[in-house]
């Protein structure tokens, strides 16, 4: 079972930008499709962009052109570079793999805050 470790978040303004890191142990990265995730407050989580085993990557009409989700086998890690943050994208971040459910195993999380 996935045991996700996100960091990387903070306090930003308008139009800056972050890169959050996951470190997943118990399971292999490349041999998983992983996907960043995200809660504001009030709302569900979502599914802000993934990359698949064959490395195809895939993002949320909300981040796309913004967002890039990548991986680093040799670390075992999944990263998410944001650009051109906005005010909407103030959530706490998440990585797992692109199954989980409401009852996976899910990681603290990062908080991303975004100023306008």
């Known amino acids: 079972q996935v045991q996700p470790v996100e960091s990387g978040g903070g306090l930003v303004q308008a139009g800056g930008s972050l890169r959050l890191s996951c470190v997943a142990s118990?399971?292999?990265?490349?041999?998983?499709?992983m996907g960043w995730y995200r809660q504001a407050p009030g709302k569900q989580r979502e599914l802000v962009a993934g990359?698949?085993?064959?490395?195809?990557?895939n993002y949320a009409d909300s981040v796309k052109g913004r967002f890039a989700i990548s991986r680093d086998s040799a670390k075992n890690a999944v990263f998410l570079q944001m650009n051109s943050l906005k005010p909407e994208d103030t959530a706490v971040y998440y990585c797992?793999?692109?199954?989980?459910?409401?009852?996976?195993?899910w990681g603290q999380g990062t908080q991303v805050t975004v100023s306008s």
């Open positions: 797992n793999v692109l199954s989980a459910r409401s009852n996976s195993n």
């Open positions: 118990g399971i292999i990265v490349r041999f998983n499709d």
């Open positions: 990359i698949t085993r064959s490395g195809n990557t």
